[in-house]
């Protein structure tokens, strides 16, 4: 609306509705045409108030996407199936019965897990068959890799908890491939796998807080994976520069932000050296885990 001639003349970029719902909202007073009166933002004059519900600085606009950026952050792996989850207790168990089902056995860190406990440890491990076939007649011709076949146990489970979940999807492929997670997001770990750690965060997050994490574990969707295993970008990133970013061109979940790296990663430019950055990243990330 305004880039077709409307002006703001009032916002409030966020506060909570005032009703039963537990949710925030935005308001916006618009004028169609120029406005030569004055301008309030979050109740305080202004100079004026853009489309992003803010003051207008020295630039305006959505910064572009950088092709320094592409293909160095991913989306953690979609699974669609709580089946697939199992407690510690549950693994062992697993692994108690045949110790070759530790194969198929990975820790899963969730967004949920980087929140909320303090040391940031997965909770939950995961049955991960990656891209292998169900069984050898299904095998494609000359395939002798793994099959799910092979865990007898764990396919029984997936079997028994996720088929038929997946069963009512509309998605062919996913009914199909009932006991492959939904999107294995397999660029992210090939990525990864030169790696012995990566950074992750959150994607719904009061805090834009990164972490680096050993790349042997599954991640979450609600994770987002940036493939940088150096302090120096770990400072970069939990530096204050880019929280400030962030907060400016993130969206937002009720009163949390999404990071959504298309928006906010992608979009920034890095120091063409950060090397100066590995002392204080190593310090502070040694400090923050004490």
Same mark, same amino acid.
């Given at each position: 609306?305004?880039? @077709? ?25 618009? !004028? ?11 109740? /305080? ?14 630039? =305006?606009?959505? *910064? ?17 199936? =709580? ?30 897990? @980087? ?6 440890? *997965? ?8 891209? $292998? ?6 095998? *494609?011709?000359? #395939? ?28 062919? /492929?996913?009914?199909?491939? $009932? $006991? ?40 979450? !969707? ?5 493939? %940088? ?8 990133? =939990?530096?204050?520069? !880019?929280?400030? $970013?962030?907060? !400016? ?9 999404? #990071?959504?790296?298309?928006?906010? %990663?992608?979009?920034?430019? %890095? *120091?063409?050296?950060? =090397? ?15």
């Amino acid at each position: 609306m305004v880039a @077709l001639g409307h002006s703001i003349t009032r916002a409030t970029a966020s506060r909570a509705w005032p009703g039963a719902a537990n949710l925030e909202v935005s308001e916006v007073w618009m !004028h169609k045409g120029l406005w030569a009166g004055e301008t309030f933002l979050n109740g /305080v004059e202004s100079n004026g108030i853009t489309s992003m519900l803010c003051e207008p600085g020295a630039i =305006t606009g959505n *910064p572009h996407r950088l092709a320094e950026m592409k293909g160095k952050s991913f989306q953690g792996s979609v699974v669609l199936g =709580t089946g697939f989850m199992l407690s510690p207790s549950e693994a062992d168990e697993l692994v108690g019965l045949d110790s070759c089902n530790d194969d198929v056995l990975a820790w899963y860190l969730s967004g949920d897990d @980087l929140n909320s406990r303090p040391d940031q440890s *997965p909770s939950r491990k995961i049955i991960n068959f990656a891209d $292998w076939p169900l069984d050898r007649n299904s095998a *494609p011709s000359g #395939y002798e890799g793994p099959v799910a076949e092979d865990y007898p146990h764990c396919l029984a489970i997936v079997r028994k908890k996720v088929l038929p979940q997946r069963a009512k999807s509309k998605r062919k /492929v996913y009914r199909e491939r $009932w $006991w492959q997670f939904a999107e294995k997001q397999t660029r992210l770990y090939e990525s990864i796998a030169q790696f012995e750690r990566t950074l992750v965060i959150p994607e719904t997050t009061k805090y834009c807080a990164f972490a680096l994490y050993p790349v042997n574990i599954v991640f979450s !969707h609600m994770t987002k994976v940036i493939t %940088f295993d150096t302090e120096d970008v770990f400072a970069l990133l =939990t530096s204050s520069v !880019h929280e400030a $970013w962030v907060r !400016h061109y993130a969206s937002t979940l009720e009163t949390r932000l999404k #990071y959504t790296t298309s928006d906010v %990663f992608e979009t920034f430019p %890095f *120091p063409r050296n950060t =090397t100066g950055l590995v002392a204080f990243g190593r310090s502070y990330e040694e400090c923050r885990q004490a």
